[in-house]
Structure formats: structure tokens, C-alpha cells
């Protein structure tokens, strides 16, 4: 790792080194002193600390496992999870690929009823491995997800489908009962002193790879590797993991809390789980950093002063045009950190040196880099609409303060009459879109929300459409698909600093699907997951405007971009 800081940075980055140094610090976190942080419990939640040498002490759990599932033959195997459970495993998938003689990964972490059918339609369900990935075994969405898959296969197996199932959470949980109760072939426990987001290697991360034909080993003994680098022993200016953090901590004390990822093609998905890890676990009591990810490479001039770069560059395969850019922010004064990542198993490595730097981080900052309280608020506000729904068989009814031809838009009150007040006569959707960009201001950052199927036609859309606005208004700029993002940047965009501007984008659901052993269906749980994100953004006193399209989400995305170069102009 090397990194490119203009003076008055390095000069600042060097004395926070010489000050956890001459503090021993790294003891204190290796120790588990919580006034590192505030304080309060993170005492608790640092068994992630340990997990490389206990996961290799027992990799013989693991290599069985993965030894009895190639020998079933299974085709394909199913991750049911969501934000930590899940953004893992979706790194191994995509960073991996399928491995020779062994089942092909798949996971599914999207209430969206064409995503669901998507996945389905992948895989067969009678040559598939289920794995339920729950923590607290109560989180909504690996409980539906189960339900549903469950229910189909038991049309196909009978008293035999639990056999195809395997879960992983804490002991003692719901899911744990559960589990017991349907004969799952494999219950895998978590660890209860590791949060979510710090869980990469331990089983919620390892299982579904070894099943998948990773070699887990290979990957825990790289990460190993970067444990021992981290090392409270390890003098602070040679220690990658405080290093990386001491950067990132201090310079989001100097105004640079937007933490732009940059992975080279064939490691890009890191940047996913980098988000979850970054934001949830530092964006609170109004301080944080914000993650942003897979926002296209510009030129220097359309970057503010807000701004840290990490590259991660595949050292094999690097990208030229990223190379190019990275170059350019450099020579124009960015603060760039470059880290070279030698093959796929260094994934390990990475998991391990960014769980350190965002415990740094957050100590620097000043904040639990532990809990994650708005994430709460907002399950909190779904399970009200989807309690009133099984009460009434309707969520409660929403007036729409604009329509447009076949998109409408909400808000709250305090949102919609600032936009209404701005839009003045122009009272059309690029007329409030405009008043709504217009109040993106230097230092600000611009998130579109959606709440729609994630694939590569919706994201090349919001994609072009972020552009748009971070060209124009040269600001950093977000994209996340409801609602796994509510389990990842979710916290930030609540609960860190007030400096984001929110589109939220919902949809009609064009075929919906029931949730077995429920009244609602998936379409209704992702409208309530909508709106209570939105209850909760309004709650924070935060800039939002939610655009509704028609069940042709294309045609109204397209609209929806229209609009923003328009309002842009």
C-alpha cells in the first residue's frame, strides 16, 4: 500500500500515527478497551479480531462440508441473506467465479418480486442448495426469502426438503429453531461478539464458499497474513490496517469524508461490502464517512475538495483507463491511496485490513464503530406498515404531491413545501426535480434510492443519470438498490452527516408474489421497506423527494433521467 497526500494531509496523517504510537493505541484495540471508541459496548463486538486463527483451528468443519456437497452433486447453490450475510458471498461469486466440480453460487438479497423470479430462474430447484444466512435468525428478509424457497421445493421433495437447507446464524436464534424444527441438514453458528459487517470470514462468509469450492484455507491463511501485519506489535507506520485508517479517520476530520472506491475489473465487487462496512459502521450521530462505489472515473476538475480515492489495483490485470484517471487525480493534488492486490485469494487480506481501518477510522472519528441505530429506525418503521397492512389488507393511503403523465412524486411536508416553494410555477417533474437539485450544494453528496430490480439495464441508468449530476454539480454521488442497501449505506445516509440529497426511486410491481405462511407478499414488503426509509430519512431532518414510476420501470427511468439533464441544464 502506498499512498499520495498533499502536505498539510501527510503532515496531519503522521502526527495521528505518532500519536497511536507513543499511546499504544493497537494494544488497546487488540485488548478491547472501549475507550478507544465512546466507551459503551464495543467491547463486545470484537471477536472478529481472532476469527482468522479460529476458523483455520477447525477448517476441518469447512473442507467436510464442502467435500459431502460436491459429493451430492447439487448444480447450484442458493445464498438467502442480506447486507452482512450476503455482501460477502457476493464478492466470492462474482471475484471467483463457478468452480470446476462444484455447484455454481448464487445469492438473492432483493425483495423484489422480478429479482426472485430472475434468481429462480437460474437455478433448479430440485439440484439446489439453500443456505439461510441470518445473524439474529429474525431479520426479515432471510425469513421470507426461506419461506418462499421452502414452500416451492416441498412441491418437489416432501419431508425431504430440509434436506436441501442449510442454515447459518447465531446459536440460539430463531433461524437456529427453526432450523431444528424443519431437519436442515447443517446448522453453521456465528460468533455473538461479531457484528454483521465484520463477519466476512467467519462462517457467514466461509460456508457458502467452501460449499462453492473456494479454497477456504488458501484464503484464511492470506488473511492471516494481514492479521499478523495488523499486529499491536507492528510499529504504527509500518501497520497497514492502522495506516489505512489513520488516513481515512483523519482526512474525514478535514472535510474529506467521501471515501471513493476504485477496484480494478476483476476485484470490482469488493467495493460492495466495502460500502456496508465503511458507512454502517461510521455514519452516526451526524459524523461518518461515505462510501461511493462504481461511480464512473472523470476528470480532476469534476471533483470537489471532499474527496479520499482507495484504488485497489489487480496487479495482474489492471485496468488502463482507470491507471490513466488515478494518475490525473494525483498529479491534480487528490489524496490517493494505492493498494496492490496480487491475486483473487488476497480478497482475504483486504477483508481483514479494512475491518482494522474502519475500527481506526471510527476511534479517530469519534464514534461507535459497533452499532448501527438508524439501521433499526428504519426496520422498525417497515414492520409498522407491514403490521397495518395484515391488519387492514392496505398500507395506509399516500397523496402524491406531483403527477406527471404516469409518474407521481411524494414527500414529506417540510420536503414538499421547500420543493413546491422553489419549483414556483413550474410544476412538472423536471420542475421539481430541478428544485430539488438545486439544493445540492458544495460538500454534498447525491444519492438515488431504488427501490426496483437490480440489473444491468436499471444501473446503466442511474448510472448515466449520477454522472449527470456529479458532472454538473461536482459532487460525489451514490447509487443503492432497495433494499439491501438499507442494511449497508442505509446508517450513513440517516445518520451521518446531513449532507446528502435523496431520490428515491419506487415502481409498481408489474406480477407480485405471495410470501408463503403471510398475508403480505413481497411486493408489499418492499413498499413498506420504501416508505419506512423514507419515514425515517424525513425523521432526520434530511433532503428527499421519492419518484413513483408506472410498472414499465424503463420507459419511466428513462422519463426520470430526462428529467435530471433537463433540470441539469
Known sequence: MTYSLRPDLADAVKASLADWQSKAKMNKLWTRDATLWTGDDEGKWLDWLTIVDDQLANIGSLTKFAAEIKAENFEHILLLGMGGSSLCVEVMELTFGKQSGYPALHVLDSTDPAQIREVESKIDLAKTLFIVSSKSGSTLEPNIYM????????????????????????????????????????????????????????????????????????????????????????????????VLGTILGVLANHGRDKVTLIASPAIADLGAWMEQLLAESTGKIGKGLIPVDREPLGAPAVYGSDRVFAYLRFTSSPDAAQEAAIMALESAGQPVVRIEVGDVYDVGKEFFRWEIATAVAGAIIGINAFNQPDVEASKIATRELTTAYEKTGSLPPEVPILTDGDIQLFSDDRNAAALAQAAGSNRTLAGYIKAHLDRVHDGDYFAALAYIQMNASHEKTLTDLRQAVRDRKHVATCVGFGPRFLHSTGQAYKGGPNSGVFLQVTADVAEDLPVPEQKYTFGTVKAAQARGDFQVLADRGRRALRVHLPANIDAGLTKLEEAVRQALR
Open 147 to 242: 419461506q418462499y424457497f421452502f414452500d416451492r421445493l416441498k412441491q418437489l421433495k416432501g419431508d425431504k426438503t430440509g434436506r436441501q437447507f442449510v442454515a447459518v446464524t447465531d446459536p440460539g436464534s430463531k433461524m437456529d429453531k427453526v432450523a431444528q424444527e424443519r431437519g436442515f441438514r447443517n446448522i453453521f453458528h456465528g460468533v455473538p461478539g461479531i457484528g454483521g459487517r465484520y463477519s466476512a470470514l467467519s462462517n457467514f462468509g466461509m460456508v457458502p464458499s467452501a460449499a462453492a469450492g473456494i479454497d477456504v484455507k488458501k484464503l484464511l491463511d492470506r488473511a492471516e497474513e494481514m492479521v499478523r501485519a495488523c499486529a499491536d506489535t507492528v510499529p504504527a507506520e509500518e501497520n497497514p490496517g492502522l
